[in-house]
């Protein structure tokens, strides 16, 4: 082994050791290893390990050298710092936890590299950096401002070892003075290391004395906090002021803090918002605020919040609309069969956006808001869906069922604990663009209680003229909503308050007839489940009559859900036989309508007019239902008594006022009729509506319940599958009513073969498709004397001639 000509007197034998050229390095993780100081130092790692056997089964030298990164398990020679330590290696302890314990004596600073190895653990050439004892009147005089420091220190900080400040007062030699302060003083690793770097006594003292004065500087701030705040702090208060002392040690040392970091990210993320000019005013005034308000204080989150929400929401970030009236129209097609007036004005409305923006560069959806008004399962919710893939733009939906609470639509004021936008808001904000297309679904499902009205709310949300400022309470702040395309679903208009119902254009969604749900499923339905399942194609095909099984005997509603959830019944049973090979119900791909019955069970539904009308007093009316078109029996009879009517079958204030001037037109006619007049004061009169856990009201079964009534006291029966409806007066004029074609729809599906309808309600006919009046005969009534010429069976001789006809 060569060595170097340099020598070093060893500080503890007093005897010349001569230095290597090439030792075995040890990198260290929290300490630096001076000349002249004696350290033990606790080895675990493996390659350090194989360093100090081999330096103290060899020539007893170590190079230490402190890494870089203290978290860094495996380290390489760029992870060391440039200066390091040769040390003398003076004992080796083996400890329990498989570690070792080697205590070493620092010789000389020294660079090392080249590295001649790095495993099993690194070994290199060193080059010895001697310290020159240069002592001059500058540096006598370094020393001595050292030594004042060192006083002021060992006043200001708690424990201070006496023993240091003697050892320190009768050093001579600066260097020595330097690594024995650096050593045993609370330094940072990286201040250690960097009077370590200092290639000259003048500059080691220099850096030790900068070192020295900020710690006193820290030290005496703390102290100067601590007596500021330690009269206005309790025991609980016991966190806030550590918060506070760490705060105004970190502002004295320029170090940016975690709060200032927050604060600079919020800025950053305000600025990058590009908020309304309202908007971004207040965000400033919030961010002052916040700036003064200390970590730990129980505004601090509250504001904070407020302003991640502000700078969260969408002020100037939207979708390009892709918009082409060809494209819309293939969209609508692709996802809906028929309903060619609904597609028809939602095209004319997005026409409309289209010329707008192109001719007069309006981006804003201008214009009453669309509100689709139908049974469940017509496809209100997809038509919204459809309209935002048209128009290329993102789709929400919020459900307004059961929604109570006004601040469910304008938010919490930030006054409240745990304040929160409303959801308008929250949903925009979770879209992350200004103008989706916003589907308020349920609309007349809106409740009211001690807390609001949401549907009063909905007003500015929805009025064009209004929401181009809609100012939810939590931001307190306007927000544009005019680029939201609003559009709402209900299952009826008449719960919807009427301010709320004029600011919306209501596209009316009927229920299909058994062909249009033939249709859909074969399009749409069918083809979704049989995916679903996992079927191919091939492996499942339903005929007409299998399709209309289900419709007819296992559904009942004016859409198709309960179609789909049957339709995928029939395709879980089928995947089951493809999986088992079993034949169930038959087997084989084809499903037709004998196999329906295997495989659903026992029809559930089955016609209720298929009974015949065998005696008198019994009608057939026509109801409109959330769920779409129904019939209704009415059965009247009598009874000994004084002219009293009795009503039952859950009936609404409405339908109970409609049987009473059903009663008194009957009564009023008792000599057309060919029955005497005391027959409405000796006999009481009771009007039931089967299905008596249903809730019912309206006036349209007015006509029916002064037919069965007519019925009764003449004993005639009514025609065979006939049904009517019809608002009446007491002088017999029979009014227009609403939901003709689900009314005609239910007709058809309860096998009606001729309704009677009020002749005001002719032109909603025009709606109705062609198929549901193929077979059935229309008669359209003016007053009641042409609806009971129509209705009972022998007719009714006693009606004047008035003008009627039927279609």
């Not at 940072?188 to 220099?206: G, I, M, N, Y």
Request: hydrophobic letters at 40%.
């Amino acid at each position: 082994m060569s060595f170097r000509a340099g020598r070093r007197a060893n500080r503890l034998q007093g005897v010349e050791e001569a230095i290597p050229e090439t030792v075995p390095i040890l990198p260290v993780r929290d300490m630096v290893v001076f000349p002249g100081v004696v350290v033990a130092i606790t080895v675990g790692r493996e390659g350090s390990m194989r360093a100090v056997r081999e330096a103290s089964g060899g020539s007893q030298f170590l190079g230490v050298v402190t890494q870089r990164n203290l978290e860094q398990e495996a380290v390489g020679p760029e992870d060391l710092y440039d200066i390091g330590t040769v040390c003398k290696v003076h004992h080796v302890l083996q400890l329990p936890n498989e570690s070792v314990k080697v205590m070493v004596q620092g010789l000389e600073r020294m660079v090392p590299g080249p590295y001649l190895r790095t495993d099993p653990y690194m070994q290199a050439i060193v080059t010895v950096l001697p310290d020159l004892a240069d002592r001059d009147s500058e540096i006598e005089a370094m020393m001595h401002g050292i030594t004042r420091q060192l006083r002021r220190y060992s006043e200001v900080v708690q424990g201070f070892p006496e023993e240091l400040l003697t050892v320190a007062l009768n050093v001579e030699d600066p260097n020595k003075l330097a690594y024995l302060l650096a050593f045993n003083l609370h330094f940072k690793l990286h201040e250690r290391q960097a009077v370590l770097d200092a290639s000259t006594a003048r500059d080691r003292l220099k850096r030790l004395s900068n070192i020295l004065e900020r710690e006193i500087d820290i030290h005496e701030l703390s102290q100067k906090i601590h007596a500021e705040v330690a009269g206005t702090v309790g025991k609980t208060q016991r966190e806030y002021y550590l918060r506070e002392q760490l705060r105004a040690i970190q502002k004295e040392l320029g170090e940016l803090d975690e709060h200032a970091a927050d604060l600079a990210d919020l800025r950053k993320a305000v600025a990058d918002a590009h908020m309304s000019a309202e908007a971004l005013k207040e965000a400033e005034r919030e961010l002052a605020r916040l700036e003064k308000l200390p970590a730990g204080s129980p505004e601090h989150p509250v504001v904070r919040t407020y302003l991640e929400t502000l700078a969260a929401l969408p002020w100037d970030k939207a979708t390009q609309d892709e918009l082409d009236i060809g494209r819309a129209r293939h969209v609508l097609d692709q996802d809906h069969y028929d309903i060619e007036p609904i597609k028809k004005r939602i095209l004319e409305y997005l026409a409309v956006y289209q010329l707008r923006r192109e001719r007069q560069a309006e981006a804003a959806l201008r214009g009453p808001l669309l509100c689709f008004v139908g049974p469940p399962g017509v496809g209100k919710t997809s038509l919204g869906q459809s309209i935002a893939r048209a128009l290329g733009r993102r789709f929400i939906r919020m459900s307004l069922g059961g929604m109570r609470d006004e601040a469910e639509i304008r938010g919490h004021r930030r006054t409240y604990v745990g304040a929160m936008p409303g959801r308008i808001i929250r949903m925009l904000q979770r879209a992350e663009v200004r103008n989706p297309v916003f589907m308020l679904d349920e609309i007349d499902k809106v409740g009211a209680d001690f807390r609001g009205d949401p549907a009063a709310a909905l007003l500015e949300v929805l009025d064009p003229e209004q929401n181009r400022e809609f100012r939810d309470h939590y931001l307190d702040v306007a927000f544009d909503l005019s680029r939201v395309l609003f559009i709402a679903t209900a299952n009826l208009l008449d719960p919807v308050i009427p301010a709320l119902r004029d600011r919306m254009e209501v596209i009316q969604l009927s229920g299909y007839t058994t062909e249009e749900k033939i249709q859909i499923a074969r399009g749409f339905l069918i083809p979704r489940q049989t995916r679903d399942c996992g079927l191919e194609p091939a492996e499942v095909a339903f005929s007409d009559d299998a399709l209309s099984t289900i419709i007819a005997g296992y559904t009942r509603e004016a859409g198709v859900r309960n179609l789909e959830r049957e339709i995928n019944a029939v395709c879980r049973k089928r995947a089951a036989e493809v999986l088992t090979g079993e034949a169930a119900g038959g087997g084989g791909a084809e499903i037709d309508a004998p196999k329906i019955r295997g495989l659903l069970g026992p029809p559930r539904f089955f016609p209720e007019s298929a009974e015949r009308i065998e005696v008198p007093g019994i009608a057939v009316g026509l109801a409109w239902t959330e769920h779409g078109g129904d019939i209704l029996f009415i059965e009247a009879t009598s009874s000994a008594g004084t002219g009293q009517l009795r009503l039952t079958g859950h009936l609404g204030e409405v339908m109970k006022e409609s049987a009473q001037a059903a009663l008194s037109y009957v009564a009023s006619k008792a000599e057309d009729l060919g029955v005497a007049p005391t027959v409405f004061k000796e006999r009481d009169f009771h009007v039931h509506v089967p299905a008596g856990a249903i809730p019912k009201d309206g006036p349209s079964a007015g006509i029916a319940i002064a037919t069965a009534l007519a019925s009764l006291v003449t004993g005639r029966k009514l025609r065979e599958r006939l049904a009517m409806t019809g608002e009446i007066t007491l002088r017999g004029h029979i009014l227009r009513v609403g939901g003709i074609k689900e009314k005609v729809l239910a007709a058809r599906r309860a096998g009606i073969s001729t309704v009677i309808l009020p002749r005001h309600n002719e032109g909603d006919l025009e709606e109705v498709p062609a198929e549901l009046l193929r077979d059935m005969k229309v008669a359209l009534a003016e007053t009641m004397d042409q609806a009971l010429s129509q209705a009972l069976e022998a007719g009714y001789t006693g009606a004047r001639k008035r003008r009627g006809s039927s279609s």
